[in-house]
C-alpha cells in the first residue's frame, strides 16, 4: 500500500511542478518583470504583448520601466504606468488608461479608447474613430485629445 501512495504523491508533485513551469511562461519569468503584474502579458526584453481579449496591467513589468514599448491592439484593457520614453499602441476596441513617463508616446487608433496621464512631456497621436483623452502635470481634469496633443513641461 506505501508503494502506491508514494507513486501516487510523486505524481503530483510533477503536475504541481509542471504547472507552475508553465505559468512561468518561456521566458522564466511572470508576466514579463520579474514582479507582480499581469500574467496574461508577453515580453521580449522591454518590447510587450497584451495577447488579443486580455486585460494587461503592465506596472510591475519590464513595461514597467523606462524605455519600454507596449501593443495593445486586439480588444484589450491596458493599465498601469511606464517610465520615460515608453511608447503605446493602443487600438482595435482596446480601452488603455495609462501613466507614461518623460517622452512617453500613445498612439490611439479607430475603435480605442485612451486615458493618458503625463509625468512629464509626451504626446498623444488620437486617429478617428478613437475617444481620447490627455492629463498633463498640474492639470486637475483631462483634456479631449481630436487629432494630437501634448504635455510640455517647462
Same mark, same amino acid.
Given at each position: 500500500m506505501k508503494n502506491k501512495?508514494?507513486?501516487t504523491a &510523486?505524481? &503530483?508533485m510533477v =503536475? =504541481?511542478?509542471l504547472a507552475a513551469l508553465a505559468a512561468l511562461g518561456p521566458g522564466g519569468t511572470w508576466g514579463c518583470g520579474g514582479g507582480g503584474g499581469s500574467a496574461a502579458l508577453t515580453c521580449t526584453g522591454t518590447t510587450c504583448? +497584451?495577447?488579443a481579449g486580455e486585460a494587461c496591467d503592465i506596472t510591475d513589468t519590464a513595461c514597467g520601466g523606462a524605455s519600454c514599448s507596449l501593443d495593445c491592439m486586439d480588444n484589450n484593457d491596458c493599465t498601469g504606468e511606464c517610465g520615460a520614453s +515608453?511608447?503605446?499602441d493602443c487600438g482595435s476596441g482596446s480601452t488603455c488608461d495609462l501613466t507614461v513617463g518623460q517622452s512617453g508616446s500613445v498612439t490611439c487608433t479607430a475603435d480605442s479608447v485612451c486615458h493618458v496621464t503625463c509625468t512629464g512631456d509626451c504626446s498623444v497621436s488620437c486617429s478617428v474613430g478613437a475617444d481620447c483623452d490627455l492629463t498633463c502635470p498640474g492639470?486637475?481634469?483631462p483634456t479631449p485629445v481630436a487629432e494630437? &496633443?501634448?504635455?510640455d513641461v517647462p
Open positions: 501512495q508514494i507513486k &510523486g505524481a &503530483g =503536475l =504541481l511542478f504583448d +497584451c495577447p +515608453c511608447s503605446v492639470d486637475t481634469e494630437s &496633443g501634448q504635455c
